[in-house]
C-alpha cells in the first residue's frame, strides 16, 4: 500500500503563494510519475499538473499554466506544486497522486492522498 500525506494547503489572498509537498511512502518513488489533481464545491475532480519519473516531462492544465510549477525531489519521495499569482478561482481541495504514467486523466493514477484545503480569497 502506498500514502501519500499532502501538506501546505491554507489561506491566502488574490495574488498570493503556496507550495503544495507531497510526502510518498512508495520504495520506488522514482519510478512513478505524480500528478496533482482539484475538486472545487460543487464541481468535478479536475487535472492541475503531473511530472514524469525523470522529472524530465511535465504537463499542466491551461487554466495555471505559467502559474504553477511542479517538481519533485527523488531522493526525498517528494513532490512539489509551487503556486504563484493564485485567483479566487484556484479555491479547492487538491490532491496528491502517483501512477506509471504522466498524464492528465483519473483513471491512469494508482493511489490518492487525502487532499489539503487551499482557499483564495478576494
Known amino acids: 500500500q502506498v500514502q501519500l500525506v499532502e501538506s501546505g494547503g491554507g489561506l491566502v489572498q488574490a495574488g498570493g503563494s503556496l507550495r503544495l509537498s507531497c510526502a510518498a511512502s512508495?520504495?520506488?518513488?522514482?519510478?512513478?510519475?505524480m500528478g496533482w489533481f482539484r475538486q472545487a464545491p460543487g464541481k468535478k475532480r479536475e487535472f492541475v499538473a503531473t511530472i514524469r519519473w525523470s522529472g524530465a516531462y511535465t504537463s499542466y492544465a491551461d487554466s495555471v499554466k505559467g502559474r504553477f510549477t511542479i517538481s519533485r525531489d527523488n531522493a526525498k519521495n517528494t513532490v512539489y506544486l509551487q503556486m504563484n499569482s493564485l485567483k479566487p478561482e484556484d479555491t479547492a481541495v487538491y490532491y496528491c497522486?502517483?501512477?506509471?504514467?504522466?498524464?492528465?486523466?483519473?483513471?491512469?493514477?494508482?493511489?490518492w492522498g487525502q487532499g489539503t484545503q487551499v482557499t483564495v480569497s478576494s
Open positions: 497522486t502517483t501512477g506509471p504514467r504522466a498524464v492528465g486523466w483519473e483513471d491512469a493514477y494508482d493511489y
Open positions: 512508495r520504495r520506488t518513488f522514482s519510478s512513478y510519475a
